[in-house]
């Protein structure tokens, strides 16, 4: 399925709460973001079985557990500054810039460089 006009709120390496489904309540860093499907990979969340075959990657085969995709808008972005979950405000700096920032406390949720 794809999504015409997905959310940007979310990049990798945010820490994001899942609010809905199986999983509601896990807290978790972004490993991946799909943005034409919607789709983002959450580290230890949304866990599925793979059964694989033995091959040159991987010798032995088996069951693996791994991650799989959850939509964009089951995720909420939890602010590094104060550890809350919020939506994202947009704001433009006076160097140009755009800048996600948190709505419950008003500061950068952008990691610092």
């Known amino acids: ?6 959310k940007k709120h979310i990049k990798v390496n945010d820490r994001v709460e899942i609010i809905t489904g199986g999983d509601k309540g896990r807290v978790g860093k972004v490993i991946r973001v799909n943005r034409r499907s919607g789709r983002v990979v959450v580290e230890k969340t949304n866990m599925i079985k793979r059964h694989t075959k033995p091959s040159a990657a ?3 085969g088996g069951i ?3 991650e799989a995709p959850v939509a964009i808008s089951n995720l ?3 602010c590094p500054r104060c550890t809350k979950t919020s939506r994202v405000r947009y704001k ?3 160097d140009g810039s755009k800048v996600r920032t948190c709505r419950k406390c008003g500061k950068s949720v952008e990691p610092q460089a």
Request: proline share 0%; aromatic share 0%.
């Open 1 to 6: 399925m794809i999504v015409q006009n997905t």
């Open 76 to 78: 909420m972005l939890i």
């Open 58 to 60: 991987n010798q032995q």
């Open 64 to 66: 693996i557990d791994k």
């Open 92 to 94: 433009i700096l006076d």
